[in-house]
């Protein structure tokens, strides 16, 4: 898994769930985990930051997991980027997509705090990069998913933004039989490797430094394959493939026990981040203040009636009573000492 922070925070908040849900809600393989998409829109557009939302994704090498694993996996990530905000201040829309042949857990955060309505940015790219970083070395190691850092990852081809899915196919085949042909000892070299791809239909154009370059007969399309196999200074051997194999092995171990030792790290960053929000932790009294002008400055955009979480926001705390009298009023302080020692139940008196 990989926490991917995208550099879209000046498109409106349509421009956001069309992304993500597609026109009218219609993309293929795109499903609402949690949140509300017309709210999470609602918010953003009505927002005058320079700054308006954070999006990104935690992107899996797995095709699918278990709804269940998906829910910890969230939650988990929404309370250690809250730091010391309550859930009511910040608002998430999760989305799911799967039709990369891989699942991505897709977020939106707008950057306000929606009691205080503050402006409030929870990503910063130079402070958080090791936050990103620990918080993906934890759920990785404790969750047992693929991370990047594992050795066996250097041989995998990489596949472009923008390419289809019968360019995926072509790539996944060619990469299977490339390995096969390395392991067997029939391709020794980089030019031995191009010579064995031109079988497949395919005109080399041009060797990069961490690629190669072919030219499609099928669609005369220029396909580019990614990866450390394909790369000026990978070794062709079997061995150097069993290598590989033994340390990816020897990471998967370490990486298991390694789980608590992540932990600590992620919640001395997860620290660091409360200190660094303390200025919107206010008291509970001065937060009922301000809930009246939060209420007239979202009341134009969407009705807060329709959004249960906002009623417990909205409850006045009740008046506290006033006391029957003061003691300091009383300058004697006999009188004083009489009114404090007078029994509660006394109801008359004699003279």
Known sequence: MILKIFKTSQRSGRDCINY???????????????????LTCNIIDSLKFKKRYISGCLAFTEKDLEHDLQLEII????????????????????VRHKDKQNLELNFVIPC???????????????????????????????????????????????????????????????????????????ITSREGLIKFLENYQLTFQKAYKKSLAFKNHDDNKVLFLRGAIYSEDFVFSNESLLEVDKKSMNFKNENTNN?????????????????????????????YKIIEDAKLCFADTFNTDDFD????????????????????????EATRDSIDTMPDDTNEFSL
């Open 20 to 38: 993500l849900l597609g026109v009218d809600f219609k993309r293929k393989d795109a499903s609402i985990i949690t949140g509300s998409p017309i």
């Open 75 to 94: 939650n988990l990530f929404m309370d250690v980027v809250r730091g010391n905000l309550l859930p009511h201040q910040i608002n998430f829309l999760w």
């Open 112 to 186: 306000v705090d929606l009691v205080t309505l503050r402006s409030i940015d929870l990503f910063l790219p130079d402070l958080d990069r090791d936050f990103c970083r620990r918080f993906c070395d934890y759920v990785n190691a404790k969750y047992n998913l693929n991370s990047p850092k594992d050795p066996i990852n250097n041989g995998v081809i990489y596949f472009g933004r923008y390419d289809s899915g019968r360019d995926i196919e072509v790539k996944k085949y060619l990469h299977i039989e490339v390995g096969k042909n390395i392991f067997n000892g029939r």
């Open 259 to 287: 789980v608590d030792e992540y932990y600590q790290d992620l919640m001395r960053l997860v620290n660091f981040r409360k200190k660094r929000y303390q200025r919107f932790d206010l008291s509970l009294n001065y937060r």
């Open 309 to 332: 979480f906002l009623d417990d926001l909205f409850i006045k705390p009740e008046p506290e009573p006033e006391p029957i009298c003061d003691l300091n009023d009383y300058p004697n």
